[in-house]
């Protein structure tokens, strides 16, 4: 016999979890079913955990260069293990705050192993043991996605690892890392590292990193990882791996055809993407359609099952963590019957475009951000846009902290001057992309974007700069 609940959510990551509050709130009925951690990959093994190391080796970077700031200390140091320490205490911290919160409300979490059967039906394998079937109303699949280990000769050597479990190493063995994929875990982990004095290595297969950004901005993030000492390779392929005396080399073959290079490559991390793993998730009794890998969903989040939506990385086309929240408070308010909080794209008033409004955050140094559209986009749209750019070599905050490398681009459309995009390289970009997205979703334009002042000195006066600047500018 199953209970039955209004929403059956399984998964307890941002996107799951999000939809269990928010439908809770809603007063509907709701069973969680999570495998692993409250938190999922994002508090678990992705987010937070990353920016936590990323955060403790950008101290220890910035101790090293302090003496321009009149700062000294004889003797800079820094123990893996501690900061292990630091990173698994702010991770176990934002877990319970997740897990408070679904004390205070009435949610049922079901620790266990869920499978989709036919009609809505959920089969629990019990992490304590046993067997349960849930029915719900509605039930959300929220099961994430897993690193993709690619099979080349040599990838199960011992020192090949992927995201989950580098991010659990206790101690340090990284004077070396080679890093297998050009995308954003790739290149934050490149920045840890090269933070904590690793040689890195970063072989990408694209002409260019973190595709499909932009090229203005990857050329721009190759400079600075260059800058920073760290080697990259474009348009080449880690294609075998191999153990010498000890230790890793890789063979790394250029796209163009000529010849293989062979090089020392330490600990090798494969961050070549992440894929849904839905092999154990659907019963025999039900098949959902899938697209490229991904369970195939309509406009509602609904897949081929009636009453069955996919949310988050098992279903999107971007795999981040605020989309797989927006898209769970999205769905929750669609079976709720209540109006839409939240808007994944717009299309501002007088256009024809539909934007994107989702920030994308690199955590690298210095920071990248981008949100809407680029030049290149609204040119194969037919859109007209003026671009603004502002030199971070010229923002105060920037000069006293001696952080000039970056800019700040904005693109407005032409007629109206509504904000349509932002690329931003530069300190605190992760944060100041948040006020040009609130201006996209509420169509603003540039005039409206200056109404307020922006304070001395914060690196913020830049987007004041960078409108300013687009409104100089004639139309292209
Ligand atoms: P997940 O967070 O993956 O949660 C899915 C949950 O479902 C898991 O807990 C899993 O155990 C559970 N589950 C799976 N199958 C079952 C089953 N059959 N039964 C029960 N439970 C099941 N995104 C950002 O926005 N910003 C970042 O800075 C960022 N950094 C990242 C860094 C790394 C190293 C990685 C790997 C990812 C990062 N991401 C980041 C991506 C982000 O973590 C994901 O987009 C996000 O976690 C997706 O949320 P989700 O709810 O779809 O799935």
Redesign the pocket.
């Known amino acids: 016999m199953a209970r039955n609940y209004d929403v059956v959510i399984?998964?307890?990551?941002?996107?799951?979890y999000t939809a269990a509050f928010k439908a809770t709130q809603f007063g509907l009925s709701v069973a969680l079913?999570?495998?692993?951690?409250i938190g999922?990959?994002?508090v678990n093994?992705?987010?937070i955990p990353?920016?936590a190391l990323l955060h403790a080796s950008d101290m220890f970077h910035m101790m090293q260069n302090c003496d321009a700031f009149g700062v000294s200390t004889d003797f800079i140091a820094f123990d893996f293990g501690k900061m292990q320490k630091y990173k698994k205490q702010a991770v176990a911290k934002y877990r319970e705050g997740i897990e408070a919160g679904f004390e205070r409300l009435d949610v049922d979490i079901i620790h266990?192993?869920?499978?989709l059967r036919r009609d809505r039906t959920v089969e629990v394998e019990l992490a304590e043991g046993g067997r349960e079937f849930l029915q719900g109303n509605a039930v959300i699949l929220?099961?994430?996605?897993v690193p993709i280990m690619n099979n080349i000769p040599g990838a199960d050597l011992p020192g090949v690892w992927n995201?989950d479990r580098l991010?659990a190493a206790e101690s340090w063995n990284f004077d070396r890392l080679t890093i297998m994929g050009g995308g954003v875990?790739a290149v934050?982990f490149a920045t840890m590292f090269n933070n904590l004095c690793s040689q890195v290595t970063i072989v990408e297969k694209q002409k260019h990193l973190m595709a499909p950004m932009d090229d203005v901005m990857s050329v721009e993030l190759e400079k600075e990882l260059r800058r920073k000492g760290i080697k990259v390779y474009c348009d080449a392929t880690v294609t075998e791996i191999l153990e010498e005396e000890g230790s890793l080399s890789c063979i790394i073959t250029p796209n163009d055809g000529s010849g293989p290079v062979k090089t020392r490559a330490g600990q090798i991390l494969m961050a070549i993407g992440?894929r849904p793993?839905v092999s154990?998730?659907l019963g025999k009794d039900i098949s959902l359609d899938m697209k490229d890998g991904k369970i195939a969903v309509d406009s509602d989040f609904e897949t081929s099952e009636p009453g069955v939506y996919a949310?988050?990385?098992?279903a999107a086309r971007t795999?981040?963590?605020?989309?797989?929240a927006a898209q769970g408070t999205y769905v929750v308010e669609k079976i709720a019957g209540r109006p839409h909080s939240i808007k994944l794209e717009v299309v501002p008033n007088g256009m024809f475009v539909s934007l994107p409004i989702v920030p994308n955050?690199i955590?690298t140094d210095p920071e990248i951000a981008t949100v809407g559209i680029t030049e290149e986009i609204a040119k194969k749209y037919g859109l007209k846009v003026r671009c603004g750019h502002f030199s971070m070599r010229d923002n105060g905050k920037s000069i006293i902290t001696g952080e000039e490398h970056g800019f700040i681009r904005l693109l407005f459309e032409a007629y109206s001057n509504t904000i349509v995009g932002a690329q931003m390289m530069c300190p605190r970009a992760t944060d100041m992309i948040g006020e040009i997205a609130t201006a996209i979703a509420n169509g603003l334009t540039a005039q409206e974007m200056s109404f307020a002042m922006r304070a001395q000195p914060t690196y913020n006066e830049g987007i004041g700069a960078a409108i300013e600047d687009a409104m100089r500018q004639n139309p292209v």
Do not use: F, N, W
């Open positions: 399984i998964g307890a990551g941002p996107g799951g079913i999570e495998a692993k951690k999922g990959t994002c093994r992705g987010c990353t920016k266990g192993t869920a499978r929220a099961t994430g996605a995201s991010l875990i934050e992440r793993d154990r998730l949310i988050g990385d098992v795999q981040l963590a605020h989309v797989a955050c955590y």
